[in-house]
Structure formats: structure tokens, C-alpha cells
């Protein structure tokens, strides 16, 4: 089991991470030893998180949500799957 969340950082901005443990590594973020990014943005809030089967699943979920505008991460958080379709077609559109 392991999973992939979206942290609130302290200054709006929305760090993605990947964990086998996610109890023990909001702690870590949460007292600044998380990582780099999360420890200049405290506090940090869960804002949303998925389990998945296996680490190397959550990892490739961490990636391709850090690859999304922030638009689709508000819409992932929402659990608004018509919306994330929908920007990924704009997307997709305009890079034609």
C-alpha cells in the first residue's frame, strides 16, 4: 500500500508527493523535514490523497500530477473528473 497527496503549503502553492507511509510523512513536511520545497512554505495542510496499490503506481501518479496546471489539481482535489477531462482536452488542444 502506499499513496500520493497534494499538500496546501502555507503560501497557496500545492506541492505533490508519493509515500509508503503517509500518517508518518505528513509529520515529517509538517515540522519541516518533509522536504525542501514544503519547509521554506509552512504550514502545510493535506489537502487530498489517494491510495494506491504499490509505491511505483503512486510515484507515476506523483509525476503526472505535478505536470498538471493547477486548475486540474484544484479539480482532482474536487474528485471533478468531467472538468479534468475537459482541461486536459484545452491542453491538448493548444499545443497543436
Partial sequence: MAHVYILECGDGSY????TRNLDHRLQQHAVGKGAK???RRLPVRLAWAQETASIAEAYAWEKKIQGW???KREALM???WDE???LSKRRAGAAR
Fill in 37 to 39: 520545497y514544503t519547509s
Fill in 78 to 80: 474536487r474528485d471533478d
Fill in 15 to 18: 506541492y505533490v508527493g508519493s
Fill in 69 to 71: 496546471s493547477r486548475a
Fill in 84 to 86: 479534468i477531462q475537459r
